[in-house]
Every structure is written in C-alpha cells, then in structure tokens.
C-alpha cells in the first residue's frame, strides 16, 4: 500500500502561481511513475503531468505544456507540480496518483494503482 497526501491548494488570481506537493508513504517511493490529474465538476478526471521513476521522463497535456512542472524528490518521498500562469480554466481538484511500473517510463494510462485525497485549486478571474 501506498499512501499519497497532496498539499498546497487554494485560491489565486489569474495569472498567478501555487505549487501543489504530494507525500507518499508505504513502499519505495522510487519503484512508482507519479502523476498529477485533475476533475473540474461535470468533467472527467484529466492527467495534467506525469514523471518516470527517477525524474528523467516527463508528460505534459496540452492544456498545461509550458506553464505546469512536475519533479520529484525520491530522498523525500515527494512529488510537486508547480503551476505558473494559472488561468480560470485550471480550477479543479487535484489528485496525486503512483503507479507501479517495472521499467523507468512515464505513465500516462488513467489505471494508477493508488491515490490522493485531492486538493482544490481555484483560479479567479
């Protein structure tokens, strides 16, 4: 079992940044591809950004590509998605998720093994 506890949520104007982080605990950090998604009420789940096991590979949507970074630090159990340039249409809760993965790849399928509470983002305008 894995457990993952996103933090950094909240409100901010357009334009602005939040850095959401997400700590896991329970098995080796190191042996799961992480990923960050988000659900928008009356929409699906969405991935936003996914990074391989050791940070070396990373997956962008389109609707975040330049303005989110996701990294990882494996020493602390911790996967971060700063996200600069925030519009309206950000808002959403968002979800931590890892997924076991034997190789080093970026996991972008939605069948992530375990995940986060979630936390809200909301972006005015």
């Known amino acids: 079992q894995v457990q993952l506890v996103e933090s950094g949520g909240g409100l901010v104007q357009a334009g602005g940044s939040l850095r959401l982080s997400c700590a896991a605990s329970?098995?080796?950090?190191?042996?799961?591809?992480m990923g960050w998604f988000r659900q928008a009420p009356g929409l699906e789940r969405e991935l936003v950004a996914a990074?391989?096991?050791?940070?070396?590979?990373?997956y962008y949507s389109d609707s975040v590509k330049g303005r989110f970074a996701i990294s990882r630090d494996n020493a602390k159990n911790t996967v971060y998605l700063q996200m600069n340039s925030l519009k309206p249409e950000d808002t959403a809760v968002y979800y931590c998720?890892?997924?076991?993965?034997?190789?080093?790849?970026?996991?972008?399928?939605?069948?992530?093994?375990?995940w986060g509470q979630g936390t809200q983002v909301t972006v005015s305008s």
């Open positions: 998720a890892a997924k076991n993965v034997v190789f080093n790849r970026v996991a972008t399928e939605k069948d992530y093994d375990y």
């Open positions: 329970g098995r080796p950090f190191s042996n799961y591809a």
């Open positions: 990074i391989s096991r050791n940070g070396g590979n990373t």
